[in-house]
């Protein structure tokens, strides 16, 4: 297969079934920055010295796969053929990382102020892709509100809750590192 096709020369993409959109379509925009998003934590996933956090961090990076792929494929391509035609988001995804966020504050200590992002290189880029992840959530927000029939819902409340993950996980890096969060003081 050819990486190239020249279909997207003239501005439109092709969505999962073969409706054509221009590329800046808000659709576009909310799956193409999860895989912004995807490309970040790749980076934090190479910068983390820690083996069981990179695991996760690889895991994640699968798991925005389902989200980008739901997020491409409008709900009515699933009524259209009687049944998924991409796996989708479910409320489970999300619990799943509510257990993960669960799992790994039991090893920090509680947060008594603001922490900038930073530390270690691997935890500075689980900050950046936070950042990233939430810009993706406000475009996900976007997309519910042009097309709120057509866009799974539960997708909006699995980047939320990623953005939390990774919040936990650049401080599990930096705790496993051996060093503190940095502490947000107010300029003088």
């Not at 619990?95 to 900038?116: C, K, Q, V, W, Y």
């Amino acid at each position: 297969m050819k990486i190239y096709t020249r279909a997207g020369d003239t501005g439109e993409t092709g969505l999962y079934g073969g409706e054509r959109v221009h590329k800046d379509d808000v659709r576009v925009e909310s799956y193409g920055t999860v895989d912004e998003a995807n490309a970040a934590l790749g980076v934090a996933g190479a910068a983390l010295q820690d083996v069981e956090l990179r695991e996760i961090v690889t895991r994640l990076q699968s798991e925005l796969f389902v989200v980008g792929a739901d997020l491409a494929t409008p709900l009515k391509r699933d009524e259209q053929a009687g049944k998924s035609i991409v796996p989708r988001v479910t409320p489970e995804h999300s619990g799943a990382l509510e257990g993960l966020i669960d799992r790994l504050e039991a090893e920090l200590s509680p947060l008594t102020n603001f922490i900038l992002p930073g530390g270690t290189p691997g935890a500075a880029y689980l900050h950046l892709a936070r950042g990233v992840l939430r810009r993706a959530e406000r475009r996900t927000v976007s997309l519910l509100h042009e097309h709120p029939d057509d866009t799974n819902p539960e997708v909006l409340k699995y980047l939320n809750r990623l953005a939390d993950v990774l919040f936990v996980l650049a401080r599990a890096a930096n705790a496993r590192a051996g060093l503190p969060d940095v502490p947000w003081t107010r300029p003088e």
